[in-house]
Structure formats: C-alpha cells, structure tokens
C-alpha cells in the first residue's frame, strides 16, 4: 500500500464525491496518516470506507463521518476545540492540523496511552488528552470554540452546551444504543440552534450525562 496515493483515493472518492469541500478539511485529511491509527492487523484497510475495531469495543470511525463531523465543526486556525472520545486518537489529530489547541477525553487508559504516543511520533503537540468522563466536558478549560463527541449519547449532555463559547458548535451524535441522528448545535448569545445533519452510527457515549454501561 502507498500511503500517499491511498489517502489521495480516500479525498477524492469518499470525501470530495460525498460533499466534503472545505479545503483545509480535505488537506487535513491528505497530511494525516490514518494507517497509524490502526492495529498492524488491518493497515491494509486503513484508508477502506468503514469504521475498523481498535480494541476494547471501541472503533475508527468510517473517514467520511470523521470529515463530516469536521467540516460541521467549522474549525479556524485560533480555534480551542474539545473532543469527547479520544479512541484511536485520529479524529483529534485531523482537528489539531485545523485549529491552536485539542483537548480530548477518554474513559479507556490504555486508548490514551496509544493514541498520544502516536500523536507525539507525529508531531502532533498541540493535543492534550486527559483520561475521565467526557460527558461532564473540561470546565476548567472552558468555554470551547467547538466540541465534537465521536460517540452516541441518548441525549445532550447539558454540560456541553454549557461550556460552548458564543457562537461555538457541538456536533453529537443523539438517539439510542444502535441507531443516531449527527446533530449539530450553536450557542448564540440569546439561544442554542439545532441542526440536523443525518443518520449515523456510534458506540455508546458511557458516563454520568451518557450511558450508564
């Protein structure tokens, strides 16, 4: 496989023929190599059009629903961002090539682990992931110009929209255990607006604002 001319089919067959056009997206995407982010078992399917298994129930999530929920993110180069989920670490390393600062939660310690020891072999150094339950968000480091939840929640966690900036989005995948609608939510300085952006599929978003198992 040549890593190079895979990412380049992936762009041009998955993302641009399906409505990604952002450009910095798309350039995102052609720099970050995915094939790291995958067990050596299945590098060969790195750049196919699914989710693959990364361990402990947990996914890769397919490259078009990554650049979807990106491009709906709208990430500017000033940007600090909040990812709830790290899993392999991939969704957070195409944001940090978009934006000044990730930080990203992961209830799995051994997920962490692997996904910032190939985020530093990267160079990838403006991404900061913490180990704890991501549906409580990062007060601390609020409020967020965009947050961006890569797994399922039955419903929004308040605490998210809570540490939104005016005018910051949060992109989360809502409904139950097999089934979502990709939603997209912006704060505004009177209210919070809800978008539709279709049907997906995700692995439960576990914690005290999520599933309890």
């Known amino acids: 496989m040549d890593p190079v001319l895979a990412r380049q ?4 067959e998955q993302l641009k023929a399906r409505g990604i056009k952002d450009p910095r997206v798309l350039s995102a995407f052609l720099e970050v190599p995915r094939h790291r ?23 890769i999530s397919q490259p078009y629903m990554v650049a979807l929920m990106t491009q ?13 989920g790290t899993g392999s670490g991939y969704q957070a390393a195409i944001l940090s090539r978009l934006c000044r ?12 682990s692997r996904a910032r ?6 160079g990838y150094f403006n991404i900061h992931i913490r180990i704890g339950d991501g549906t409580l968000g990062l ?27 005016e005018g910051g989005q949060l992109i989360i995948p809502v409904g139950d255990e097999s089934l979502q609608e990709l939603k997209r939510f912006t704060r505004t300085k009177d209210t919070v607006k809800e978008e539709s952006l279709g049907g997906c599929r995700f692995v439960k978003l576990i914690g005290k604002n999520g ?3």
């Open 9 to 12: 089919t992936m762009v041009n």
């Open 37 to 59: 982010f995958v067990e050596e078992y299945l590098k060969y399917k790195a750049y196919d059009d699914y989710p693959l298994s990364i361990g402990f129930g947990q996914t």
């Open 72 to 84: 709906a993110l709208m990430p500017q180069p000033g940007h600090k961002l909040l990812e709830i």
């Open 101 to 112: 600062i990730v930080h990203s939660i992961e209830r799995i310690s051994s997920l962490a």
């Open 117 to 122: 020891k190939i985020h530093d072999e990267l």
């Open 139 to 165: 007060a601390k480091e609020a409020p967020f110009d965009g947050i961006v939840v890569t797994a399922g929640a039955p419903h929004v966690p308040e605490a998210l929209i809570a540490q939104l900036a």
């Open 211 to 213: 599933w309890a198992k």
